[in-house]
DNA sequence: GTCTATATACAGATAGAC
DNA sequence: GTCTATCTGTATATAGAC
């Protein structure tokens, strides 16, 4: 009963929603292929329409890229927002904002993909509010980064490197994950949590902080609510 | 005297290696617009010629790609089964490949970060040739992590895991790198290697393995050789 | 070695019938 | 909402003069 748009069905027989289908196979073909290697003749034989009918479900090729951009980097970016909000061990914001990334990264692995790799193909306004959104994004990580080391738990010379470098292995997910991996999606995320700790050092009395130490909410806690 | 070629110049004036300058235009443009979203009139241009003049210094397109990626692999390749064979201490091993990794991602920017970029562009033959080599990579980083955990001085559930995040954290360097950064580049490949170190926990003697406790040599010393 | 001119295919996008 | 037909520009690549 997720009756969302209001928009009337014409019966219990129609082919269920065609520009989700589109974009659906834009996805697939930008992630397979790239965005300038995917023409609007691919997506339209692979969403089975004519390359004219596709322009009634979107505005032109730029628009369907951006779209799945900003889906990718807003709900994790806001999600990052809600864990430094609402966490306040360092070692728990930083586990927490690495395991919704990876879980994301697997989850949304296309997304993500064409998200994390085709910035290139953006231009002009677009673009800029791209870039803008991961910037915020990444400063969510440095903060993390920052707040460790303010309270001495953490160490790191150059956070905003730290946090990048972070970030950039976190995001190497997209690039490989398969459901059927020999590991469960939150054993992997937990994974990634722990070689984050060991990364920036995380020690508390003189002991190393494991994931394993920490209680936190499962990877999609803070994703899940917007 | 590096005569390498001994094809003869014509004299003293000759204007300096025009196929250098069509690679090199080729690189800047596959590395900021990507292969599809670069042109050959845009290479042309680059380079100061005419389209039909680039056939002169190049097979087609998708060769200038191959070399790239090739030139890039091939070297890293090489210098890090060079590692394994001639360091015994998996936490030199590791530090060693991980920061002629970054060594080489930082020189060589645009030709790393086109090569982790672009396989998607590849096809055929070339495409199986470059991912094989991809995988040999790969595979040296792994070996060191096994060695490493074989020994005791490592901890890691999942080498293969493991060393492909700890590749994808170092590979991210083209992506930003800039000379006039704050990080000379010789404390920059400590840094990763020092991080990485974190990651796979290695510990000796009940005490944590940091960068500052191996001597290595120069990050491209096993570079150079070949 | 470099050019002009061009072959041939394909790009993204639209007009307008049904 | 989907189509056929097509516009217009650009793609990679080559032929052949100089």
Redesign the interface.
């Known amino acids: 009963m997720t009756a969302k748009r209001g928009r009337p069905r014409q019966a219990a027989g129609e082919s269920e929603n065609t520009g989700e289908r589109v974009r659906r196979a834009a996805l697939e073909l930008f992630a397979?292929?790239?965005?300038?290697?995917t023409g609007i003749r691919d997506i339209a034989e692979a969403a089975g329409l004519k390359t004219a009918t596709l322009y009634h479900y979107m505005g032109n090729k730029d628009d369907l890229l951006v779209e799945i951009m900003v889906g990718a980097i807003a709900p994790l970016n806001a999600a990052a927002e809600r864990v430094l909000a609402d966490q306040d061990d360092p070692a728990a914001q930083l586990a927490q904002i690495v395991e919704q990334h990876v879980w994301a990264h697997a989850r949304d692995r296309l997304q993500t993909l064409v998200s994390d790799?085709e910035v290139?193909?953006l231009t002009g306004k677009a673009r800029t509010e791209v870039l803008a959104l991961r910037d915020a994004y990444e400063s969510a990580w440095r903060q993390a980064v920052e707040n460790g080391v303010g309270r001495g738990v953490f160490e790191s010379?150059?956070p905003a490197?730290?946090a990048?470098?972070?970030?950039?292995?976190a995001?190497?997910v997209s690039?490989?994950f398969s459901p059927r991996g020999?590991?469960k999606l939150e054993a992997?995320c937990a994974?990634?949590a722990d070689?984050s700790l060991?990364?920036?050092?995380a020690t508390r009395e003189g002991r190393?902080i494991r994931r394993a130490d920490l209680v936190l909410p499962r990877p999609d806690h803070y994703l899940s609510v917007g």
């Open positions: 397979r292929q790239g965005f300038h290697g790799t290139r193909a010379g150059a490197l730290t990048r470098a972070l970030l950039q292995m995001t190497g690039h490989w020999p590991l992997l994974e990634y070689w060991g990364m920036v050092r190393p």
